[in-house]
């Protein structure tokens, strides 16, 4: 998906146009949703998480200039929800009334069961990222799912390029030694059979 | 394979499998909802958290989409002004002046107090890339109701707007003609439905000219609006609009608009164009400036259609207004 693809939709969208902002949701909605579950590791967290996403869309708009890329510029707004969404004392509370729902259910026991053979099958790799502290996950999510550079992430992130370039070294080096670590676990493992 | 790279291929990957749930999105979808029937329901498209692009000058469309080469900005976050340069406008005299014929012969078929939205193929042709780029626009009109008891305005004035700060237009040699509700050059036009239907009426079932009564419950950015003349008969108007902290006026011209320093390093915007569509000289100039001390910060403008009113004369009427706030208060 491209800006140019956004813009006729998006000039309509900032003069009030209800059809143009659902259009630019139906087509943002798919990127937008992935990248808040690269930085929540929850798909039920991202969806939540998603429709703040384009409500405070729909608040900033007199903040925003055309001349800025639209997806970028939405891109911050979902990073700076997801890091809300981890602060915020209501996460929990939606997290116990979830929990709540679904206790004893046989629904809720499937969906346990869903989630644990979800992260079973998801990569190894990105299951290690999770790991990683989320200051340091929002950036390596940046750099290595967005592809952006690392300007983009400090302008994203409203953070010096300085403090970026050390949570990415910091992030890959502790990747490394996690990848490292279950290397020699898995060495061990084949010896000791 | 770097650790960085297999990074970004396990993303790709993990990627391509994701999309929404129909539970999430049936969810944001029916909070979108609830927000545009809310902001509906307040009717005024320029509400305080909403989007709060709006015009203030001589041109009363929306910007944005369009190639802006520069803009000069004053104000702070609290309220700013920009005045934006733009090329897009297709201005010719003959056909401004077949548009203003348009507009005042709605403007006889309405009663006092009432104001319309315009459209015609005269209209269309002063902003092409309108269409083409499937926005909407149409022109104001409106026929207010005039006070004409100088004294009886300049109270209510003081009423409606407490902080108010009024030039000393009687050392200039103007005197006071009527005051009105609303901008000097008529008022921005926020109603994009009525817009659509009359630029469909006109596009598609090539009506010559279409317009439509408007009625509006609530103005967002209430502004009044003196006007003066002196013996020469030059005129005058002086424009205070009340605006909200946290808006942005944006004015679209085709003139290139200067910053300037009045007293005690005030910022105003001075403007000087030759293609207005509502000026039966085609020029104006303006002067503009910004009392944002106050909750509600205030805007003022100075502007004429008059070909002999100068810059100069324009900045020493401001500086009676700025003066006597400074008396009151020393700027931010």
Sequence with gaps: MQDCELQPWLERMIQGDGDAFRRIYDLTKDDIYRLLVFLLNDKEDAGDVMSEVYLSLHRSLSGYRTEQPFRKWLNGIAVRQASNWKRKLWRRMRLFERVSAAADSPQGRQLAEERALARESSLELLALVDRLPYKLKEVVVLRHYREYSLEEIAETLNIPIGTVKSRHHSAIGKLRQWIGQDMFLEEAAVHAD | ?332
């Design chain 2, 1 to 332: 394979m770097r650790i960085e790279e297999n990074i970004t291929v396990a993303y790709r990957e993990e990627a391509a499998k994701i999309s929404v749930p129909a539970l999430a999105d049936r969810r944001t979808k029916a909070r979108i909802e609830r927000l545009l029937k809310a902001k509906q329901r307040r009717s005024a498209a320029l509400s305080r958290r909403a989007v709060k692009w709006a015009l203030a000058g001589s041109l009363a469309l929306l910007v944005m989409g369009f190639t802006v080469q520069y803009f000069v900005r004053i104000g702070d976050d609290r309220f700013s002004l920009e005045m934006s340069f733009t090329d897009q406008i297709r201005f010719d005299e003959n056909t401004a002046s077949i548009v203003r014929e348009q507009l005042q012969t709605v403007k006889n078929q309405l009663a006092v107090g009432e104001k319309a939205l315009v459209y015609s193929r005269e209209i269309e042709s002063l902003f092409p890339d309108y269409r083409s780029k499937d926005l909407y626009y149409a022109e104001y009109v409106s026929n207010p109701y005039l006070f004409t008891d100088n004294g009886q305005w300049k109270e209510r004035l003081a009423d409606l707007v407490p902080q108010l700060a009024l030039p000393d237009m009687e050392e200039g040699g103007f005197v006071f003609v009527s005051g009105k509700d609303e901008l000097a050059l008529g008022g921005i036009v926020t109603e994009m439905d009525v817009a659509k239907r009359l630029q469909a009426e006109v596009t598609e079932k090539g009506t010559a000219l279409a317009w439509e009564k408007i009625t509006r419950n609530e103005t967002s950015f209430p502004a009044y609006t003196s006007s003066y003349k002196d013996a020469g008969g030059n005129e005058l108007s002086f424009t205070v609009q009340l605006t909200a902290e946290g808006s942005k006026f944006v004015g679209l011209t085709q003139a290139q608009p200067e910053k300037l320093k009045l007293s005690n390093g005030r910022e105003a915007l001075y403007s000087y164009n030759d293609k207005v569509l509502y000026s039966d000289t085609n020029r104006y100039v303006s002067l503009s400036w910004i009392d944002a001390q106050t909750d509600t910060p205030v805007l003022y403008m100075l502007g004429s259609s008059s070909p002999s009113i100068t810059k100069e004369q324009l900045i020493d009427i401001a500086e009676s207004a700025v003066i006597q706030v400074m008396k009151e208060k020393p700027a931010a």
